[in-house]
């Protein structure tokens, strides 16, 4: 069953601004892992952070883990219109991944 | 990086019939491929992990009958709908892993997309 919650289901915002996606988990984890997918294409992958990380950085997007409240959350900075896309967190367990049910982002130019 | 590529990237079959989609690892062996579903506006549901040689390990509420897995070589992986239905219709994605790389890597095809008519 998928485990992964993520809010919210859909954001729109203006180019420029800061986009932030929440995901929830419920069991342990070994690591949790962000993708991007565009409109019927596959999974891109942005970025992961172990369980033993709090926060991890990689260009204009920034992941914070934080393992006592079972959560994530993926910040993307100065959005760009190209940036529209689902965002899907996915939560490791061994080589098992689970995926959230995926912000749909809409960056407006 | 390492590179998955799917065939066909898109299919469209007749109800009863059976379609073979292949996951194929480009540049890497892969010792583990993992077959994933995703309908429309959903995220992507697990439905089976393949290894190498191996009988593939099937989800909880996937027919193994119906959908028939081949891992036959190190990177090659099919995944075989029988009989389709249009309630099969979906986004079929596979995703590889190997050995060498880290074990929570997976790199993932482009998807194919199934429709029956």
């Known amino acids: 069953s998928q485990q992964g919650e993520e809010d919210p289901q859909a954001l729109s915002i203006q180019e420029g601004e800061n986009a932030t996606m929440n995901c929830s988990y419920k069991?342990?984890?070994?690591?949790l892992q962000w993708y991007r997918q565009n409109s019927g294409r596959g999974l891109v992958h942005l970025i992961l952070?172990?369980?033993?990380?709090r926060e991890k950085h990689s260009g204009r997007l920034r992941v914070t883990l934080d393992t006592s409240k079972k959560s994530s959350s993926l910040l993307i900075t100065a959005s760009r219109a190209a940036d529209t896309a689902s965002y899907f967190c996915?939560?490791?367990?061994?080589?098992?991944?689970?995926f959230g049910e995926g912000t749909q982002l809409t960056v407006n130019p | 990086g390492a590179v998955v590529s799917q065939h066909p990237s898109w299919v469209i079959c007749k109800s009863g019939t059976s379609v073979k989609i292949e996951c194929r690892s480009l540049?890497?062996?892969?010792?583990?491929m993992f077959w994933y579903r995703q309908f429309p506006k959903q995220s992507l549901m697990l439905m089976a992990t393949?290894?190498?040689?191996?009988?593939?390990?099937?989800e909880q509420g996937v027919e193994k009958d119906k959908f028939l897995i081949n891992h036959a070589s190190l990177t090659l992986s099919t995944l075989t709908v029988t009989s389709a239905h249009p309630e099969d219709s979906s986004f079929y994605i596979c995703?590889?892993?190997?050995?060498?790389?880290?074990?929570?890597?997976?790199?993932f095809g482009p998807g194919t997309r199934l429709t029956v008519t």
């Open positions: 995703s590889a892993s190997a050995l060498s790389m880290s074990s929570y890597e997976q790199y």
């Open positions: 069991t342990s984890i070994n690591n």
């Open positions: 952070i172990r369980s033993n990380e």
């Open positions: 996915a939560t490791a367990s061994g080589s098992r991944l689970t």
């Open positions: 540049d890497f062996q892969a010792t583990t």
């Open positions: 393949s290894n190498e040689g191996s009988k593939a390990t099937y």
